[in-house]
């Protein structure tokens, strides 16, 4: 197929250093489909490289098996890239593209490092962006292009009848969905540095074999699918990712749940799913966000990408930077999420067996659940108190920062699955209690069913209620869907109770419910709260302290961890404390109900709390 490179022919390309500023651009020649692909390089200013066209694509499996001919040598590519070429390149007259593979010396680590620093610029700048998403060797692209442009005259371009429409689409067979199953599987929807590509202002348009849609088109259809979330579960359309990639690097015009996008941090994190070769690019293909270009973290808008570095000390730069060029929050280490820690009976032993990070340092090669401490959060467990940490040059693993302890955990869960609140009642004769039922029962010590009389600790509020809040985040999603603008500590706990209440009488025998419960669950939607817990609690687990607190932490959180507010934090936070040391491990954020509001703080003033410095490696 091809091109193959051979031996023969005029010697292989070598690269001439780039001036500062400077980019390579492709001038791809005409030719007919069965002609070499030629073309030539030249070096132009970044901020006036007149107009061309950044091409977007995955490089495949990275061997060099195809070559381009320009004026006095060959150069080796892909064959993905070489096929994209090819669908690109007009049969008379040429083409100016940007290509990374090509434009970039990818031999060169300082090269790399510095051409990194205008890929969004590159992008941003471009007339159009082209996609390749690959060889259409199945055709399966034009029927699959065809099906979107359907879905989007029904659910987009004749918006007011889409709910007519919606319904007779969830009453479809599976296959009639599989159009667009095709695409959302092609592997350029999970290429990490598509997301700066694609989420720019620039048109682009999607190339599949020899068909084409614009990108506009597909982003909208799966927009309207995203509010239609019983078609995407029944159909298991995976739309959200391609959602997730429009214009993810445009600046919302509008105060909205999109504010968590000016969070630098939040915004690495979100893009956990994305997939890279090199893992120092988890962070650098995020570098042009404009979170970092308009955020007021005068120590991000610093960092550069440097190949020279390893994984760990990009990783490491990256938590030192944020924690202290930010005073208003800890959202970085609300993104820590271990895959696996010491054991407390382990800690003491962390100076002889070093971990690759610090446990404060999010490892953005793993995550498993959403940040609670999003920077849209109404949590303040911190109450008013900005952050107050340090963490020295001469000992840079230890992060010394201010907080209260609260309490420690005395019986703990094993993780909770992402399916634990999804449960309903079990078949007759099936003995095993559903996930709300036994953490009730065994973590909570809660025997006598479920009603609202027993008081939670030093509170008002019912253990129940303080129980249901724990396992959502205090409904936070129902918050943001239902609320959104009002104050969230206006909405009623019977409201609260109403949603949890009537998700507990579909999952659980209605015999051990009081009947005050049973009253609310009428006013209530289960659906909600099984959601917003599901989201909540996936890949967390779920505690009791030794004075009675529940607490919703990571998932390696366990018997003799303590709880803690740390000055500055949405969220409190899990410690490990290092046996025969004055040192703790950071296990992650949680939720303590009772403590999401400043009450720490309050106690504090009043004498009933201490704070102190806490040294964590």
């Known amino acids: 197929m091809g091109d193959l490179v051979s031996e023969a022919g005029p010697r292989a390309y070598s690269y001439t250093p780039l001036p500062d500023r400077t980019i390579r651009v492709l001038t791809l020649f005409g030719g007919n489909p069965e002609d070499p692909l030629r073309g030539s390089l030249e070096s132009v200013v970044v901020d006036d490289a007149g107009v061309y066209e950044p091409l977007s694509y995955v490089w495949g499996d990275g061997n060099l098996t195809h070559e381009i001919f320009l004026p006095t040598a060959r150069l080796r590519l892909t064959a993905s890239l070489y096929n994209a070429l090819r669908r690109l390149r007009r049969r008379t007259g040429s083409r100016r593209v940007w290509a990374d593979q090509i434009c970039i010396d990818q031999l060169n680590k300082e090269e790399r490092s510095q051409q990194v620093q205008f890929m969004n610029q ?16 199945h055709n399966l692209a034009k029927k699959a292009f065809d099906f979107v442009r359907r879905l989007a005259e029904l659910l987009v371009n004749n918006s007011e009848h889409a709910a007519r429409h919606v319904d007779n689409l ?9 159009p667009l199953k095709h695409i959302t599987a092609l592997p350029w929807f999970l290429r990490g540095w598509i997301v700066q590509e694609i989420g720019t202002r620039a048109p682009a348009t999607l190339h599949w074999g020899e068909a084409e849609m614009q990108w506009k088109t597909l982003h909208e259809v799966c927009e309207e699918l995203a509010e239609y979330h019983h078609i995407r579960v029944k159909f298991k359309v995976a739309t959200s990712t391609i959602k997730y990639l429009y214009r993810r690097f445009i600046e919302p015009e509008a105060p909205s749940r999109h504010d968590n996008r000016f969070s630098f941090i939040y915004e690495l994190h979100r893009a956990g799913h994305l997939q890279v070769t090199d893992p120092r690019d988890r962070v650098f293909a995020m570098l042009g966000h404009y979170s970092i270009r308009k955020g007021k973290n005068s120590k991000l808008k610093e960092m550069k990408a440097d190949y020279m570095k390893s994984v760990e000390e990009v990783y490491i730069d990256v938590a030192v930077r944020a924690l202290t060029g930010d005073n208003e929050s800890l959202i970085t280490l609300g993104a820590v999420q271990h895959m696996n820690l010491f054991s407390s009976t382990e800690a003491s032993r962390t100076q002889e067996r070093k971990l690759p990070l610090p446990s404060w340092t999010p490892d953005w090669r793993a995550r498993h659940g959403h940040i609670m401490s999003e920077p849209t959060s109404q949590h303040r467990a911190c109450g008013s108190k900005k952050p107050d940490l340090h963490i020295s040059t001469s000992i840079p693993e230890v992060l010394s920062i201010r907080g209260i302890r609260i309490d420690s955990i005395q019986n703990c869960s094993a993780p909770l699955e992402k399916g634990a609140f999804h449960e309903r009642k079990t078949d007759q004769g099936n003995t095993r209690r559903v996930a709300i039922e036994s953490l009730w029962m065994d973590i909570c010590g809660n025997t006598n069913g479920f009603g609202l009389d027993d008081k939670y600790v030093d509170s008002k509020d019912s253990s129940f209620f303080a129980y249901v809040q724990t396992l959502s985040n205090g409904c936070m999603a129902i918050y943001w869907q239902d609320h959104a603008a009002e104050s969230y500590s206006a909405i009623s706990h019977e409201e609260w109770l109403g949603h949890s209440a009537a998700y507990l009488t579909s999952a659980v025998d209605k015999a051990i419910i009081s009947t005050e419960l049973h009253r609310l669950a009428e006013k209530g939607d289960a659906l909600k709260w099984s ?7 996936s890949n967390r687990s779920f505690a009791r302290t030794t004075r009675g607190y529940y607490v919703m932490g990571p998932q390696l959180m366990e018997e ?27 296990v992650g954020e949680c939720y303590i109900h009772g403590f999401m509001n400043g009450e720490a703080i309050e106690m504090l003033d009043e004498g009933r709390l201490y704070d102190e410095m806490f040294e964590v490696v």
């Open 122 to 137: 590159i992008y941003r700048n471009g007339s159009h962006v082209q996609v390749w998403l690959g060889l259409d060797e």
């Open 170 to 178: 969830s009453e479809q067979a599976v296959d009639y969905w599989m």
């Open 531 to 537: 959601r917003a817990a599901t989201g909540a609690s």
């Open 560 to 586: 003799g961890d303590i709880i803690c507010v740390l000055f500055g934090g949405k969220m409190p936070f899990c410690l490990r404390p290092c046996l025969d040391s004055h040192r703790y491990l950071l």
